[in-house]
């Protein structure tokens, strides 16, 4: 391994939630004097009481464009910001609609779902919003029915990304091949070119056989380094790095702490790593997907 180099370009977390009850600005001054120098900012739903209406959705979509200014102003951040459904809650909204008033309850959920998707875009159309996320569909076992409204809306929501000329950041399952020619396979039917398809919480094989021109967003923790070393040669247009952070005072530093992309970067250095694809990781494949950072 090389020794006593340090990374001196940008640092971007790709996946990086805040929380007015969490850390909020400390946790974003930890990344920066870490190294970092841009976040992703993905809005994080209140799972207890998600919103019922599209007034609703606006409003805590507001509240997150809020941080991202907040971020800008007090710590001097690069922040993107990425507005959406995320599929626990859709899922969760369906199974308990769907029991209290039948039909009408599934067909409330979908409805719920689809202004959630308009309200993101009207924040996307202002400027405001640089992609539609974390969306897709749940990731541990549920009913038939539900799986397969999730795919219906997930592509539903690909056709949209497509005439929109967005990204969408995907919240999925898992399993590495299955999932990504899956995706794949949707994209290609929505229309949508596959790389716009960010699959957050992305396993560390960033081979093109595995993902199919979908771009991963890796899951930057222990043990990846050395798998997405041992893929990279193979990579067909870059990878991004996140640390999923919840902001959740409850679960301290998950899922990985504030401060870990950077500390990563300086070691995939280290381990050899070109630094044409960190150049990819933190400036150039984000720029392709969201546009420019917002300082």
């Given amino acids: 391994m090389q020794e006593s180099v340090k990374w001196t370009g940008p640092i971007l977390d790709n996946h990086f939630h805040l929380n007015r009850n969490g850390r909020f600005l400390e946790a974003a001054r930890d990344f920066k004097h870490a190294g970092g120098t841009d976040i992703v900012l993905v809005h994080c739903p209140d799972f207890s009481a998600p919103p019922t209406t599209k007034k609703g959705h606006s409003e805590t979509y507001a509240n997150t464009v809020k941080m991202a200014e907040e971020v800008r102003k007090e710590v001097e951040l690069g922040v993107r910001v990425v507005l959406g459904p995320h599929p626990a809650a859709f899922a969760h909204q369906f199974t308990a609609w769907l029991e209290e008033s039948g039909e009408h309850g599934a067909e409330r959920a979908v409805e719920n779902y689809r202004e959630s998707i308009d309200a993101a875009l009207d924040f996307v159309h202002e400027g405001k919003a640089h992609a539609i996320g974390e969306v897709g569909r749940p990731h ?37 091949e299955t999932t990504y020619r899956d995706l794949a396979s949707m994209a290609e039917k929505a229309g949508l070119e596959k790389n716009r398809l960010v699959r957050h919480y992305a396993p560390a094989n960033v081979s093109k056989e595995i993902t199919q021109g979908i771009t991963p967003s890796v899951l930057i923790g222990k043990g990846a380094i050395e798998e997405l070393m041992s893929s990279v040669e193979s990579c067909s247009h870059g990878f991004l790095l996140e640390t999923d952070y919840m902001d959740d005072l409850r679960r301290p530093g998950a899922v990985l702490g504030p401060k870990t992309v950077p500390k990563r970067t300086n070691q995939l250095l280290e381990a050899g790593l070109d630094e044409e694809y960190l150049w990819k990781a933190h400036r150039d494949l984000a720029e392709e997907l969201y546009g420019p950072s917002v300082y």
């Fill in 140 to 176: 541990w076992p549920v009913s038939e029915d539900i799986w397969e409204l999730s795919n219906t809306l997930l592509l539903e929501t690909m056709h949209m990304a497509h005439q929109e000329g967005i990204a969408l950041q995907l919240h999925v399952e898992g399993e590495l």
